[in-house]
């Protein structure tokens, strides 16, 4: 039984009748293949990603599991439609909290046209992108059983400030998340979610070791999921807080060089989740 | 007695009646303010920073000493100048071989003005700088007696491919650099100038590791000098390594977050040098 997913914080979304991903409830995610060459280029990836040996387990589980393309009845209605099979990352979660930050100051790779780096290079500047190395693209955060899903407006998250950004990644971790601005977030789950030897900073880092040496691919405007299951952690069952590279359809090869635009903005996520780690510690 | 100094491999040079810094015999390197905001900025820099108590003297020691500024007779023969009196970084060394990396991606600030940017960013796609987080802005390695300095030209080293710019790193580090393609460097010098415990490499994972935390200044069109006596080191006298940061003529606000475009730029750098330590001790 093909749906709707009921937990997407960013990209194209079915519904409406547009053409959008589509899950399962095995544990499938199916994103429609992008029509022009994005979709192309996104399939190349994950296919020659997923047989790739020179990816070790402890960076490859950071890639949702590819399980080929599929023909499916598309979510618009128009019929059977190219899909990527991938792993349902929010599968079998309840109310997850959900962080899609799309990493690097800059979102084209250098050989790009001319009119598509202008494009994007305007995007960077009118959003916090090229200030903060990365820009939040949309996030959920569940309050309890009153307040349910916090879901701010994903072109008002796209087009935070710093300082909104800042404050979107304490939101996150937070029980009282709410877009009133008198209500300070009082990040009662940083030391959980973001801390600890399992949290999302420690995996972070782990990805950050693979970046400072990895010279194989360049990720642009590639997105870093983070997701956890609050009402777990509330009954002190923590499925864990997990963090998930998507969104593939430009990569390049990195032909020696490491892909210091992510890895940078990586690193501006990174110091920000830390210092609230630390000052909720204290 | 002020000279042109010997040993410059980037920027702006005297000679030829045209302005440019000067040396003192008593270790003293006074650069001319550039003409346009650009000198004041770079004074405001020098002023601010050496009297930033937030920054640890680890750290602090890879920026050159500021003697503040002095009204000097100008090397173009205009009359008295303003320069900036610094600590002349090769001040005592014979034959130092010098190698100058301008640190970044992107040379131009998210606040630029849009002709500034686009000339900036013509610039940085022309040259490696996009690709490889970073550019050799120049370099000169002492050969030996007979082949003395090799100096390659500087617009030539400017427009190095990816490739090219990974030679110029191992050039930079042989005993046998030369244009001359056929000539494989040696990097007989490897271990005890990247590598070591007071080495250029272990050097640079300390500047990494402050950009990894600090959010006061960005550097844009920063170099990292590096600065080594071959002399010393074939007469078992090893001076030591060296690196400092120079050109602060556009350093900005970090306004609460890192330097990601500079730390991309050096992890790339660190990256490269790993390489060449790694297969030069294997």
Redo the contacts between chains.
């Keep these: 039984m093909l749906k709707v997913p009921d937990h997407q914080v960013a990209g194209h979304q079915a519904g409406g009748g547009k053409l959008g991903p589509l899950v399962d409830d095995s544990g499938h995610f199916y994103k429609p293949l992008q029509s022009d060459e994005r979709g192309s280029h996104e399939v190349a990836f994950y296919t020659a990603f997923s047989t790739d040996t020179r990816i070790p387990d402890q960076f490859r589980k950071f890639f949702p599991v590819f399980h080929g393309t599929k023909l499916l009845e598309a979510s618009d209605g128009s019929g059977l439609y190219p899909h990527l099979a991938l792993e349902d990352i929010v599968s079998g979660r309840t109310n997850p909290c959900i962080l899609d930050a799309k990493i690097g100051?800059?979102t084209w790779y250098?050989q790009a046209a001319e009119d598509y780096l202008q494009k994007c290079?305007k995007k960077d500047?009118e959003t916090a992108c090229?200030?903060?190395?990365f820009r939040i693209s949309g996030l959920q955060v569940y309050g309890n059983k009153l307040t349910g899903l916090w879901k701010p407006d994903r072109h008002v998250i796209q087009s935070s400030s710093?300082?909104d950004s800042?404050l979107a990644l304490r939101k996150f971790i937070s029980s009282n998340p709410s877009t009133d601005s008198d209500i300070k977030p009082d990040c009662s789950f940083a030391s959980t979610v973001y801390g600890g030897p399992d949290g999302i900073l420690a995996q972070l880092l782990v990805l950050k070791s693979w970046f400072?040496?990895q010279?194989f691919y360049h990720f642009y405007s590639c997105s870093v999921l983070m997701v956890y299951d609050k009402e777990s952690i509330l009954q002190g069952e923590n499925r864990g807080a997990q963090i998930k590279l998507v969104d593939f359809a430009h990569v390049i090869d990195g032909?020696?060089?490491?892909d210091?635009?992510f890895?940078?903005?990586l690193?501006?996520l990174?110091?920000m989740i830390t210092d609230i780690v630390t000052s909720s510690s204290t």
């Design positions: 100051a800059r250098p290079l500047r090229l200030e903060l190395g710093v300082e800042k400072e040496e010279t032909r020696g060089v490491i210091h635009n890895l940078g903005g690193c501006s990174i110091k």
